[in-house]
C-alpha cells in the first residue's frame, strides 16, 4: 500500500511511518514542520526507498493537490494536528485554523482526488483523534464508539469538530473514511513538553517535577507503538464508515505514574536519588478533564488487535530511551515555549 500520512514527523505520526515502512508499505509523510516536528524521529527509515517527505501544510489546497497527483497514494492516515491542552488554552484559534480548516482542506483534497481516479473502493481516509473528544469520566465507566462527544478544551473542542467533518465527507459525498480515538500515547521520541518526558527531564535536571491540582487525574496509557500497530490494522481492515477506540487497558492516577517514573530513575541514578523529593504541586489547568478510560473491546474483536506492552514494560523502555537519548531532547528543549507553564488561561 502507498500511504499519504499527515503529520509524520511527529510523535505518534513518525511510529506510524516507521511501523509502515518496516512491514513493506510505501510512505509519502506530509509535514509542515511545525515546533513539535522533528525529522530526526525518521532516521531509521529516512534512506529507505519507502520513504518520501513532502514538506507543506494541510491548509494548502494548492500543495496538497500536487502532492496527490505526483505521488498517487492508495490511503491517507491524518495525524496532523495542533495537540497541547496547554497550548490551546493560551492560543486556540492556532488549534481551529489546522485541526478544523485543515482538515476541511485535506478532505476535500483527498475527495477531489478519489473521485478523479473513478472512486476506487480500496481507497481509505484513516483520520486519527483522541479521547478527550467525549469529554470527562466519572470513577466509573469508559468510553465507547458511542459515547456522546463532550468536549471541555479548545483542543478537544477543535478534534470533536475534525471528526465531525470527517464523517459528514463519508456520508454526503461517500468517501471512505474510517476513525480512531486513543487513549494518551507515551514512548520515545515523546515531545518534551509532555507529562512522561516533562517528569523524566526535569528529574535528571534536579528541577522541580510540576503535578497539576492534586495529581488524581486518570488516565489510559498507551505505547506508541502498540498504537501504530493498531491505527495500521484499521487502515488495512477497519470496516468502512465506523470508528474504533484504542486503548492500553493501563488506567493510571497521574501523581501515581509519577511516583512510577521517580523510582524506575531512583533505579538507574542512585547519586541522586530519592526524585520523589522533586515533585511539587501546581495550580490545575482550567477545565482539566478528571478521567479518562476507553473501552477497546470493538478493535479487539474485529480487528484481533490489543496491547502488547504494559505500563510498568513501556515506562522502563521510555526512561531508558530518555537516558540514552539527551542529544535528541536537548536541541528540542531549546525550541519556543518549551519548559515554561502554559495553559492557565491568563
Known sequence: MKILVTGGAGFIGSAVVRAAIRTGHEVINLDALTYAACLDNLAEVADSPLYHFEHADIREAGALERIFAVHTPGAVMHLAAESHVDRSIDGPSAFIDTNVTGTATLLQVARSYWERQGRPA?????????????????????????????????????????????????????????????????????????????????????????????????????????????????????????????????????????????????????????????????????????????????????????????????????????????SWWQALQRRTGVGDRLGLGR
Open 122 to 326: 480500496e481507497f481509505r481516509f484513516h483520520h486519527v483523534s483522541t479521547d478527550e473528544v467525549f469529554g470527562s469520566l466519572g470513577p466509573e465507566g469508559r468510553f465507547t464508539e458511542e459515547t456522546a462527544y463532550a468536549p471541555r478544551s479548545p483542543y478537544a473542542a477543535s478534534k470533536a469538530a475534525s471528526d465531525h467533518l470527517v464523517r459528514a465527507w463519508h456520508e454526503t459525498y461517500g468517501l471512505p473514511v474510517v476513525l480512531s480515538n486513543c487513549s494518551n500515547n507515551y514512548g520515545p521520541f515523546h515531545f518534551p513538553e509532555k507529562l512522561i518526558p516533562v517528569v523524566i527531564l526535569n528529574a535528571l535536571a534536579g528541577q522541580a517535577i510540576p503535578v497539576y491540582g492534586d495529581g488524581g487525574n486518570v488516565r489510559d496509557w498507551l505505547y506508541v507503538e502498540d498504537h501504530a500497530r493498531a491505527l495500521l490494522s484499521v487502515l488495512a481492515r477497519g470496516t468502512i464508515g465506523r470508528s474504533y477506540n484504542i486503548g492500553g487497558n493501563a488506567e493510571a492516577r497521574n501523581i501515581d505514574l509519577v511516583r512510577r517514573i521517580c523510582a524506575l530513575l531512583d533505579a538507574r541514578l542512585p547519586a541522586s536519588a530519592p526524585h520523589e523529593r522533586l515533585i511539587t504541586f501546581v495550580t490545575d489547568r482550567p477545565g482539566h478533564d478528571r478521567r479518562y478510560a476507553i473501552d477497546a473491546s470493538r478493535i479487539r474483536d474485529e480487528l484481533g488487535w490489543q496491547p502488547q506492552v504494559s505500563l510498568e514494560e513501556g515506562l522502563e523502555r521510555t526512561v531508558d530511551w530518555y537516558l540514552h537519548n539527551r
